[in-house]
Every structure is written in structure tokens, then in C-alpha cells.
């Protein structure tokens, strides 16, 4: 199938590019290989996106997705895809089904996973008290104490989120200094059922059937700590291996972008979480959106007008 523009990526960064392609007429289509919302599904509470002083993560995708698909634009959700080539001036997109969707323009936005901490016991566990997603899974753990990994703003805002549910939230962070911004620590540090064991290295997730303590090293000795559950919350893997061109990245695999977002290929622009840039928000991303629809449809635009010459 040929489009003038494929949008890798169904988040804020991909719905803001779908809106405004589609807007500006171009034949677009999104792609992504869950449910539209990217990252805000894993977020209960969304208050610093500018005109929404306090809306649900999920409700603000539907709403994106909605406006995006008001202007005609070509949603196909649980469509995973499975690489991104380039031949010649076409951007060829295979997806896991078969199908190969192509166009001369291509806005990468498809994110990224979170890290593992490759400890014993973090993959056994997974589903069985380890959890990447307060959101998703907080609700399993009422009562329970549980432990978070991490000290950036995902750690101590899902940290907060969790005391909803929980009896009492330990977060534990490697360092002495949390990376989360002020705010948020606040916030966190008023919570009485949160405390912060801190310069502390988990070691190993342990359990039967379920997990039961998260054991760490701190000032030179092994300690356990008995909880239902942990949340893991140490950074953000970027979706960048679907290439299977070479595309400029950062030695983290973050993909790098010149003025107008366009990547090192042609034709190619990297958007949202997925590339290299100084934060990850969802006004940045949806700025990132807009950016490269523009910049696209101006590329297609000069292709067509040079075909027509
Ligand atoms: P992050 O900012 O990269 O923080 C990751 C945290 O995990 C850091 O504290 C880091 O420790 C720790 N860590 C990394 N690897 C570790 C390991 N192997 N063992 C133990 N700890 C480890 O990631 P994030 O919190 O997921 O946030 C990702 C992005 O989303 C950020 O740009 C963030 O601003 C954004 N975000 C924003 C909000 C919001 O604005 N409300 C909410 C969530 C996320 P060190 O500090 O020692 O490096």
C-alpha cells in the first residue's frame, strides 16, 4: 500500500504528526503495535500538559487519537511492525503480517521499552510481583507493602501513585541524589506511607509462588526487605532496532535529529521519546510531532512538484 507519509508510533509524538499530515491533506497512515496512546496508557494522571490542568493518561489518548482520526488520518493499532527499510527514495514498513506499507516519507515515533535491571529473579517474577506499570498492575498489591526501583520522576511519581494501593511504598535508589524533578520529590517525601533507602543496590528478587523480598546491598551489607511487590522503574530502552538502514544514533540507541528532526536518512525524521533530546514530556513530544509533519509534507511536496516538472 502507498502512502505519502507513515507514522511509526501511536503516542503523543506519532498522534500530533498524524493530525497535522492529515490535515495538510497528505495520505498518512499510523502504525503502532498496541492500543494509540504510547506511554500515556502508563500514566494514571497527566497535570503539566498546557490547556488540561488534570486529565486521565488514557482519556488524553483517546482524545488524541480521536482529533487525529478527524482529519482522515489511517489508523491501524495492534499492527506490530516488524522492520523499516529504505529502497532507494521509498521507505518501505514491513509489518509482522506480511504486508508492506511504503511512501517517500517516513516519521519515526515508536518510543521505547523500560530497562531491565538483569537481576536474579526479575524475569521469574515478572507478572508475579515484578511490574514495570503502576498503573496497570498497582491494584494487585492492596495492603501490600512494595518496593520501587529507581529515583528519576518515573520511580517517585509511580512511587506516589502506588501508596494509593499500597501500605507502604520503599523506594530505593542506587544514589544519594534522586534525579526526579523537585516537584515530584515533594510531593513524595510528604507521603507518609513513602520512605527512601537510598545508596542502596538491589541484588535479587526473591519468592515462592510470588515475590517476597527484594534483597540489596547498602554500606557494605546484604539487607532483605520483605515485599509483595516491585516496581521497576530504571530508565527507558528507545525503539531504535527496527531499522534495518543504518540511522544515526547515540551510543544509548537514541536516535539523532537535526534542526528540523530529520535523521541522518533522507526522508526519515525521529520523533518523541525514541530520539535523542534533553526531555522526555508530552508536550515535547507533540512538539516533535508537529515539527516533522510539517518538515515531511514539505518534503513530499518538493518530490511531487519535481516529478511534475
Ligand atoms: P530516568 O529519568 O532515566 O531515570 C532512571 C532512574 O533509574 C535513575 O534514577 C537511574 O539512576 C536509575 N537507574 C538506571 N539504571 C539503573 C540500574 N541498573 N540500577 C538501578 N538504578 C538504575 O528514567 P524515568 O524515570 O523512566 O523517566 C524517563 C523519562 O520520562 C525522563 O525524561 C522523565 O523526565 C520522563 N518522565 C516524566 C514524568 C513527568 O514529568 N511527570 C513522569 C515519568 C517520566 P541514576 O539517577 O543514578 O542515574
Known amino acids: 500500500m502507498n502512502y505519502d507519509v507513515i507514522i511509526v508510533g501511536g503516542g503523543p509524538a506519532g498522534l500530533a504528526a498524524g493530525l497535522y499530515t492529515a490535515r495538510m491533506n497528505l495520505k498518512a497512515v499510523l502504525v503502532d503495535r ?3 496512546g504510547g506511554q500515556l496508557l502508563n500514566t494514571e494522571l497527566v497535570e ?3 490547556g488540561f490542568e488534570t486529565i486521565l493518561g488514557s482519556e488524553l489518548a483517546t482524545k488524541m487519537g480521536d482529533h487525529a482520526r478527524k482529519f482522515g488520518l489511517e489508523v491501524r493499532d495492534f499492527e506490530p511492525v516488524l522492520e523499516i527499510d529504505v529502497e532507494g527514495n521509498t521507505k518501505v514498513v514491513r509489518l509482522e503480517s506480511g504486508e508492506e506499507l511504503r511512501a517517500p516519507a517516513l516519521i519515526m515515533a515508536a518510543g521505547g521499552l523500560p530497562r531491565y535491571l538483569g537481576i536474579p529473579g526479575e524475569k521469574e517474577f515478572w507478572g508475579r510481583g515484578v511490574s514495570y ?4 498492575d498497582g491494584a494487585f498489591f492492596k495492603g501490600q507493602e512494595l518496593a520501587v526501583v529507581g529515583g528519576g520522576d518515573a ?3 509511580e512511587g506516589d501513585f502506588l501508596t494509593r494501593y499500597a501500605s507502604r511504598v520503599h523506594i530505593i535508589h542506587r544514589r544519594n541524589e534522586l534525579r ?3 516537584i515530584l520529590i515533594d510531593r513524595a517525601r510528604a507521603n507518609v506511607k513513602i520512605d527512601f533507602i537510598l545508596e542502596a543496590a538491589v541484588k535479587e528478587i526473591s519468592g515462592t509462588e510470588k515475590v517476597h523480598a527484594v534483597h540489596y546491598e547498602q554500606g557494605g551489607q546484604t539487607k532483605e526487605l520483605n515485599v509483595g511487590g516491585v516496581f521497576i522503574f530504571v530508565g527507558f530502552v528507545p525503539n531504535s532496532g527496527l531499522f534495518k538502514v543504518h540511522v544515526d544514533h547515540d551510543e544509548a540507541g537514541y536516535i539523532l535529529t537535526g534542526r528540523d528532526l530529520q535523521t541522518s536518512v533522507e526522508g526519515i525524521w525521529a520523533v518523541g521519546d525514541v530520539r535523542a533530546q534533553l526531555t522526555k514530556q508530552i508536550a515535547t513530544a507533540v512538539g516533535d510531532g508537529t515539527t516533522a509533519a510539517v518538515a515531511a509534507s ?4 518538493s518530490l511531487k512538484d519535481a516529478a511534475r516538472a
Do not use: N, R, S, W
Not at 133 to 136: G, I, T, Y
Open 180 to 182: 526526579a524533578q523537585p
Open 48 to 50: 503539566d500538559y498546557p
Open 133 to 136: 506499570c503502576a498503573v496497570c
Open 155 to 157: 520511580a517517585v511519581e
Open 34 to 36: 498496541g492500543a494509540l
Open 298 to 301: 514539505m518534503y513530499v511536496t
